[in-house]
């Protein structure tokens, strides 16, 4: 099954496909993540991306879509993947289509998770992660057990991201309104949009989306 989530900066985009990754082997497929990691690397994709991403603002359609059809490659036909950040534009949405369409796969299901968006700064400027081992955590919502401590690896070496500022925020919320939430029509006339309550805790989240996909 290959899916997409789909959701404003912040509405839980990344927890859920770990989630998913975690619980029904499929593989998560974070356009943010790989152009971090690219930024991180020093490669050609990082240093065209990373001013766009200091900024809130999106990276060009071809350099995403490009990185996307790449790692599909790698990962062969056999597992499932979850669209996490990708697409964001109507010209990713067309992509995508053709991407998947020439390795003989499809979509199978949108999640859209419906969110507030006032309560999402809160959880965004609450992020962080371990340098090390990548769990993610929040100042509120999912705390270390023992203070400045990874509950997964034991190191002490937590990030933020620079794009995790209110300014930036902002402007990441109106790409979201303007260049992603319009192609949500396009999956709608295909019916395979699943609306999903995204202001549940991250368990309820997950139930209800497991429940849209009929994984539960
Ligand atoms: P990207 O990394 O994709 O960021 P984003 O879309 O802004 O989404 P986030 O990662 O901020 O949020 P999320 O929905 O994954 O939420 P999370 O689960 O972490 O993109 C970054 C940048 O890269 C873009 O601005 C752009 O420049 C570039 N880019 C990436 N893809 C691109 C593309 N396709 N085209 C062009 N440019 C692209 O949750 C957030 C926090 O809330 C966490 O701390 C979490 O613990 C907490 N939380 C999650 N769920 C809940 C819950 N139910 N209750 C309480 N807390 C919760």
Do not use: W
């Amino acid at each position: 099954m290959d899916i997409i989530l789909l959701g404003p900066p912040g509405a839980g985009k990344g927890t859920q496909a770990g989630r998913l990754e975690d619980e029904h082997g499929m593989v998560q497929l974070s356009t943010g993540d790989m152009l971090r990691a690219a930024v991180k690397a020093g490669t050609e994709v990082g240093l065209k991306a990373k001013a766009l991403m200091d900024a809130g603002e999106l990276v060009p359609d071809e350099v995403v879509s490009g990185i996307i059809g790449d790692r599909l490659d790698e990962l062969g036909p056999d597992k499932g993947v979850i669209f996490d950040g990708y697409p964001r534009t109507a010209a990713q949405a067309a992509s995508l289509d053709e991407i998947l369409s020439s390795r003989g796969r499809k979509l199978d299901h949108v999640i859209e998770l419906v969110v507030d968006e006032d309560a999402l700064v809160e959880r965004i400027t609450g992020r962080f992660t371990c340098g090390n081992c990548g769990e993610g955590y929040h100042d509120i919502y999912k705390q270390t057990a023992k203070d400045g401590i990874c509950d997964i690896c034991g190191l002490s070496d937590f990030k933020r991201r620079p794009d995790d500022n209110e300014e930036t925020v902002r402007t990441r919320m109106q790409e979201y309104r303007g260049k992603t939430a319009p192609i949500l029509p396009i999956y709608d006339e295909r019916g395979i949009v699943r609306k999903v309550d995204g202001m549940g805790s991250m368990s309820e989240v997950n139930d209800a989306i497991e429940a849209a996909l009929k994984l539960s």
